[in-house]
């Protein structure tokens, strides 16, 4: 139980372009999502929290108008970065979470973005 | 405010000895403690957690760490290292006391297993 599906695993894209990143719980109810931005060697960076039907709350320093995140239902989730440029790339990783601070996190597999 | 440190970002173990990932945290509020493993080009697994309880927590592939309120630590342990074990372990706490259920991340351990 408590699998979440992250899609597309890897893409590559021109610079200038919008890519849009779906997170999406298979078989349980997604309070919260979380999305995360992991640089090479280093460890997770929080960048936004989202809940079902309201705006998402971003960490300091994350720009929102350039990374769109959208929480439509209580299974999915969307990040979009818009008008990426190199310095994007990264491995982006979401998590669903139930509901209940003494409740985990579970993690997609992330997503590998390459903009050149 | 509350953070996370992971003493080694590297470890070295041989196949059959013991595995210990240290995680030392500060935090207002009692938190709730996490550990997880990530595989190359993998999202996280969580492995195991203390919320409440018993301080003694058993998560799978045989790991287990135990919460020590006077240490404030929660080190990760494994009588017996496998090749599989060869990953990136991070530890995460959560405040209590946080409805989002907001984690904080250590820095990471990078674990690898010889023959």
């Known amino acids: 139980g408590a699998v979440v599906s992250q899609h597309p695993s890897w893409v590559i894209c021109k610079s200038g372009t919008s890519v849009k990143i779906e997170c999406r719980s298979l078989d349980f109810q997604a309070t919260t999502m979380f999305w995360y931005r992991q640089f090479p060697k280093q460890s997770l960076m929080l960048m936004a929290t989202s809940n079902e039907g309201s705006k998402a709350t971003y960490e300091q320093g994350v720009e929102k108008d350039k990374f769109l995140i959208n929480h439509a239902s209580l299974t999915l989730s969307t990040l979009t970065v818009t008008s990426a440029h190199p310095e994007d790339s990264s491995f982006y990783i979401c998590?669903?979470?139930?509901?209940?601070?003494?409740?985990?996190?579970?993690f997609g597999d992330g997503t590998r973005l390459s903009i050149l | 405010a509350q953070s996370v440190t992971q003493l080694g970002s590297h470890v070295s173990v041989s196949e059959g000895a013991l595995v210990l990932l240290r995680c030392n945290y500060s935090?207002?509020?009692?938190?709730?403690l996490f550990w997880y493993v990530q595989y190359p080009n993998q999202g996280l697994q969580l492995l195991l957690k203390?919320?409440?309880?018993?301080?003694l927590v058993k998560g799978i592939n045989g790991f287990e760490a135990e919460f020590k309120k006077s240490e404030t630590s929660f080190h990760l342990t494994k009588p017996s290292a496998h090749m599989s074990d060869a990953a990136e372990y991070f530890c995460a706490v959560r405040e209590a006391t946080d409805s989002w259920g907001k984690l904080q991340f250590g820095a990471g351990t990078q674990v690898v297993v010889t023959p």
């Open positions: 203390y919320t409440t309880g018993a301080t």
């Open positions: 935090s207002s509020v009692p938190p709730y």
């Open positions: 998590s669903a979470g139930t509901g209940g601070s003494n409740q985990p996190q579970h």
